[in-house]
């Protein structure tokens, strides 16, 4: 997308302008002294980087302009870490730059446990302008990285890998100012303009996912040039099990490479995943699709049911958050759950912020967790496991491996503790649905 050329020089010429300060370039820690002819080296590569982004320039392009004026390896990758463009020196000192220039993309191991769990990505984008690290991956292969952002979203992130420390302040500020020209190439690339969540897509994603500021669903009749949304609909909600926010914003990028018409929104710490247009029963394939990197990256998600109606949109936002929160307290050692598996435990979960302890569990449960509790027995758990298996005698025995024989002596004895008749249909469902509340206390705590 070829953008107007004096507008270009505009921004990138104020860029330019904090360059020679005092006859070097500018750091936060003062100056660098560099010569004139170092200082026109800089100042040609700024404007014909401009010059060039107005044409509109590809990112390996971009790189290896760089490399040809300024001889340092370079490397761009979005936001998911997927290579976008390098240039050097090949093969890279840093074998992992070297494996991802040859591979495309690192191993999913390598983000988790290096880029994710050592807080290299969360460095690099908390400092807003670039950083120079010499530690966790980088041990050994001093390097320069700075966050590259469009419209306050991450986008990706611009490396300089050098093995001169002492060259460590001249990397830092030509990598800020990298990042910012990357950033306006991304802005007037259209085919990288494809690849993000567009401006209308993010304005559609706010008017249908936050709910409190925007109660009226957005009509998408009003949005029909530019984008095609059509029932059905579900929802999903993705959570760090960490905790950790960068994860969310990293994996946007291979959400979009699995699902490219997928609409998302962050909204605290949770991901916020609208899908559309989804054929019957093929819900299921998607939430199969996505087990990989939900564990790969230790993230969970709760889904809706599929639904038709966009003015309903706050229920089935509701299933997925439901679905999450209760399927982590019911099954924390999953990653996926979904609503319709996790309903009962809702409602009983939801139940037990309103009612008192002592009215969620019935008396004749409370009694036999006593006696078992003074007699060393465990006639508790064994009536739990024949109301699962709907009375089933033999199967409750099994699941129990007891004979058949001893779990009928134990629930006679069951029987005259309680007072009450265990096969009778109303009064089995009351202690089953008190057996589900006592589990979901338990975990709770």
């Known amino acids: 997308m070829a953008v107007n050329e004096r507008g270009m020089r505009g921004i990138a010429g104020g860029i330019a302008d904090g360059l020679a300060v005092n006859g070097g370039i500018r750091t936060d820690a003062g100056s660098v002294g560099i010569g004139r002819s170092s200082r026109t080296r800089y100042e040609e590569f700024y404007d014909r980087a401009v010059s060039s982004i107005a044409e509109g320039i590809e990112v390996q392009e971009f790189c290896d302009l760089c490399f040809e004026y300024f001889q340092w390896d370079i490397m761009v990758v979005d936001e998911g870490y997927s290579l976008l463009g390098c240039a050097g020196v090949r093969p890279y000192e840093d074998p992992y730059w070297e494996a991802l220039a040859t591979a495309g993309a690192p191993e999913e191991k390598t983000i988790v446990d290096y880029y994710l769990n050592d807080g290299y990505l969360q460095a690099i984008s908390g400092s807003h302008e670039g950083i120079y690290v010499d530690w966790g991956i980088c041990t050994g292969y001093p390097q320069t990285s700075a966050p590259i952002y469009v419209h306050g979203q991450l986008t990706g992130f611009v490396s300089l890998l050098f093995m001169d420390a002492e060259r460590k302040d001249e990397a830092l500020e030509l990598n800020r100012i990298l990042a910012r020209l990357m950033s306006i190439h991304f802005q007037t690339s ?47 909600v993705v ?33 916020y995943l609208f899908f559309y247009d989804v054929p019957g029963n093929s819900e299921e394939r998607i939430r199969e699709r996505s087990y990989a990197f939900l564990n790969e990256y230790e993230l969970k998600i709760g889904y809706s049911e599929v639904f038709t109606n966009l003015e309903d949109r706050a229920l089935y936002i509701q299933q997925a958050e439901l679905a999450l929160k209760t399927g982590e307290r019911v099954h924390g050692d999953r990653r996926s759950y979904y609503y319709p598996d996790y309903y009962i435990a809702a409602a009983q979960l939801e139940a037990t912020r309103s009612i008192d302890l002592q009215n969620l569990i019935p008396s004749e449960i409370v009694r036999l967790r006593e006696y078992d509790e003074v007699s060393r027995t465990d006639y508790a758990n064994s009536l739990q ?34 007072d009450v008749s265990v096969d009778d249909p109303a009064v089995a469902q009351r202690l089953q649905i008190g057996f589900l509340i006592l589990r979901l206390i338990e975990n709770e705590e």
């Open 190 to 236: 259209d085919a990288f303009r494809q690849q993000m969540q567009n401006p209308v897509r993010g304005v559609f994603a706010r008017q249908l996912l936050d709910t409190v500021n925007y109660p009226t669903a957005p009509n998408p009749e009003e949005y029909r040039p530019f984008l095609d949304v059509k029932p059905g609909y579900f929802i999903a």
């Open 239 to 271: 959570r760090s099990v960490s905790g950790n926010e960068m994860v969310l914003q990293h994996i946007c990028g291979r959400i979009r490479a699995l699902y490219p018409e997928v609409i998302y929104m962050q909204i605290g710490t949770a991901l």
């Open 385 to 418: 496991a024949y109301l699962y298996e709907r009375n089933n005698l033999n199967r409750a025995a099994a699941r129990l491996h007891l004979h058949r024989n001893s779990l009928k002596y134990r629930l006679d004895k069951i029987t005259d503790l309680i």
